[in-house]
Nanobody, 129 residues
């Protein structure tokens, strides 16, 4: 069982920055690929970023490319999402998800499309114009 807890959300003005954290309670965090999803009101959930177990490979949705950076610290069992140049359309609940995928340094399509087996409770990000 993997427990994920997101933090770092809040209210920020357009053009501002936030850094989300997702702490995992699991002994083998480095065996999991991780991803950040978001769900905006009235919209489908979408994957904004993903990272393999080692951090060697990453994925970004076109809508956030160049503005968001995903990273991880396996020693701290934490994955991060640094969000710069935030726009009102980034307003959403952000979730992290974990997918057991050791020794694979390619982002798998199912992770991007559906997420992993484990999900956090989400953290609200609101960007005001």
């Amino acid at each position: 069982q993997v427990r994920l807890v997101e933090s770092g959300g809040g209210l920020v003005q357009a053009g501002g920055s936030l850094k989300l954290s997702c702490a995992a309670s699991v002994r083998t965090f480095s065996a999991y690929a991780m991803a950040w999803f978001r769900r905006a009101p009235g919209k489908e959930r979408e994957c904004v970023a993903a990272i393999t177990w080692s951090g060697a490979s990453t994925y970004y949705a076109d809508s956030v490319k160049g503005r968001f950076t995903i990273s991880r610290d396996n020693a701290k069992n934490t994955v991060y999402l640094k969000m710069n140049s935030l726009k009102p359309e980034d307003t959403a609940v952000y979730y992290c998800t974990a997918d057991y995928d050791p020794s694979n340094d390619r982002i798998r399509a199912p992770l991007i499309l559906r997420g992993g087996d484990y999900w956090g409770q989400g953290t609200q990000v609101t960007v005001s114009s």
